[in-house]
């Protein structure tokens, strides 16, 4: 298995905190990725990070933002946390673009 | 842009019998990858079979098959002998090849149940 950990693994907030999720990886992996899952909706692209500082938005990246100053950890903040961004957040990791991405255990946020 | 569909929402098979996963996908690219994630109620993605686009032959993992039609743009995942460790949600995933992204495309899942 990758070594890929998440922390936290559950979170309970309230509108208008903010909120950082953190993805740990020990394969010294280039691409670093953070989806949602959502009912209906599978997983969805929220940024991604081809090095160190080196971050792109993806395709449900407004609310969000990234930073990366170690290989190995890839952090997501909600600035403000709404109620819409209640989901089961992934951070996934790949050596190359064209290798299977690898997936960490997620990290389940409920805002109130 | 691309897009992943997968026409059931819920599949049933009784257990050590065959059942096959839908999923239809739209690309203008020549040259890709697809996968099959499953899900667990533990909800870790796990990957269970990938699929390159140049290769024509069909990919295949111990039980579970593919079956790659490019040009229908059609990859089905086939689990044979199912077991009631098989019952996940099952996603099928699309990603381009090259580029600085590499982003998966999900579908939205079918939720498979094994009845012993």
């Known amino acids: 298995d990758a070594g890929i950990t998440q922390s936290p693994r559950h979170k309970v907030t309230e509108t208008g905190t903010p909120v950082t999720l953190r993805c740990h990886q020990t394969?010294?992996?280039?691409?670093m990725y953070w989806y949602r899952q959502d009912p209906g909706h599978g997983l969805r692209l929220i940024h991604y990070?081809?090095?160190?500082?080196?971050?792109d938005k993806g395709e449900v990246s407004d609310g969000y933002s990234v930073s990366r100053s170690k290989t190995e950890d890839f952090l997501l903040t909600l600035e403000s946390a709404t109620s819409s961004q209640t989901s089961v957040y992934f951070c996934?990791?790949?050596?190359?673009?064209?290798?299977?991405?690898?997936f960490g255990p997620g990290t389940r946020l409920l805002v109130l | 842009a691309q897009t992943v569909t997968q026409s059931q929402p819920e599949m049933s098979v009784q257990e050590a019998e065959t059942v096959t996963l839908s999923c239809t996908y739209d690309?203008?690219?020549?040259?890709?990858?697809l996968f099959w994630y499953k899900q667990p109620p533990s909800r870790q993605m796990i990957l269970v079979i990938r699929?390159?686009?140049?290769?024509?032959q069909n990919a295949t993992e111990n039980r579970f098959s593919v079956n790659f039609q490019k040009a229908a743009k059609s990859f089905s995942l086939k689990i044979s002998d199912s077991q009631l460790g098989d019952a996940a949600m099952y996603f099928c995933?699309?990603?381009?090849?090259?580029?600085?992204?590499?982003?998966?495309?999900f579908g939205k899942g079918t939720k498979l149940s094994v009845k012993p």
């Open positions: 996934a990791i790949s050596p190359r673009t064209r290798e299977t991405q690898y």
């Open positions: 394969e010294n992996h280039r691409y």
């Open positions: 990070s081809y090095g160190v500082k080196d971050t």
């Open positions: 690309t203008s690219e020549s040259d890709y990858y």
């Open positions: 699929q390159e686009a140049y290769k024509q």
């Open positions: 995933a699309y990603r381009r090849r090259g580029g600085s992204q590499g982003n998966l495309i």
